[in-house]
Structures are given as C-alpha cells and as structure tokens.
C-alpha cells in the first residue's frame, strides 16, 4: 500500500503541463486482493499494456474510502477494471451456483464503488473480463453463472483462443480492422441481461456476449477475453485496444492543457 501511494504522489506530481509526463494520461488499474496474504496485487502485463501504448500506469488497491475513490474518478484521466473471481450473485438477485467463486468482500465493495461514481464522469473506461461484468452487473444486469453447465461446452472458454464475431458498425470493428478475431478468454461466467446504457458488440461461436460498448455518447469498451495476455503472440491486437483506450484518455485531457 505505501509503494501505491508513493507512486501516485510521484506521478501526480509530474502530471501537469509543461512536462513530459503530461503527455501520458494518467491511467488507473484495479488490483486482485487476496484476502489469505492480506496484499494487493495485478499482473504485469495490465501494466505493459498501458505503458506500452502511451499512459502511465497506477494501481488502485482495494481500500475502503469513498474519499480515495472520489478523488481517483477526479485526477486519474481513464481506468482499467481487471479479471478476478465471480461478482455475488446476489447483486443481480439470485442465489450462488455451485462453481460459483466469489471475489472478496473487500474488493467487491471498492471495484462496485469505484465503477458506480466513474461511469458518469464520462472518462474513458476499459472493462476486462470481470471489468465487463461488475460493470453490466453495476447498470442493471445479470450474469450466467457457469457457461458449461447452463449453456453448453460448444465452445472452450478457459484459458484458450478463440473465434468471436464482431458487430460490423460497433467502435470495436473499427478498432481492429475486422469483423472476427480470435480471441485468448480464461472464464466460466458470461454477462446475461444487458445493463442500462449498454449494447453487445461481439458474440462467440455458442451465443455468448464476447463484448460491449456504452450507448450513452462516453468513451467506454468491454471485452470479456484479455488482450492484455496476447502481447506476445498477437501485439497488434492488443496494442489496438489499449492504443485506443490511451488516445480516448488523451483526447479527453488536451482541452485542459492547452
């Protein structure tokens, strides 16, 4: 936690203009706590990603202070929500499946805060896996608890590539290029019920929502695979989201810099 805080005073204290680091947005990045070590922690490549594509990197560790999240959604100038473990079914009102692996309590309550008070900021948003469902889950949605057993296993949805289709008019097609990709996912959950102010863009082979955009005119994407994971065997694809991201992050902070 002081390694995180230092950090952000360190960056925050070069986030102005007339310097170098003002022309990176300021990029927040959700962390997994585990509750067994009493730590905060994400993987690197969230972080590469962001770094790599022009935005500096913060992580946000999961604390319990709707000061802390205030001022986040204030000075950071776009976030990005992580994977992890399964949102409480109970938030969308039904009761635990039996695979069903809840997120800690604590970073249930800091990711379900922190998602209510930045989405109106109107800032730009990248959701990934859990980040795309705490956010459907956050406006209104529902969740399918286990593709396997309440869909079916047409398609493998653990830790392995592949095919999803892309909406041809959605900001995603035009992000990548296509109309198709294939696609790293590491998950047994899917969004269900479409949260308010929010539209699928992209399905896999077996039906299941792959991805989303806002339809309230802000800057926001969701994507349920993790391009973050395929830097090494496909750059250009997850340079394009996280490029895209960065430059939404950009465009948003020129106007008060200049």
Known sequence: LIFVLSLWFCVHGCHCPGTQASDRPLIGITTAYDEDRNVVETRLTYVEAVLNNGGTPLLLPTIDSEEAVTRYVRELDGLVLIGGRDIPPSMYGQAPHETTELLPERRTRFDRMLIARWMPSGKPILGICLGMQFTNVVLGGSMIQDIPSLVGIDVNHRKVYHRVKIAPNSRLAQVLGAEMAMVYSSHHQAVDRIGEGLVPVAHADDG???????????????VQWHPEAMADEHPEHTNAIFRYFIELARAKIQPLRN
Do not use: Q
């Open 208 to 222: 299941i929502v792959e991805a989303l955009e806002r339809t309230d005119g802000h800057p926001g994407l969701f």
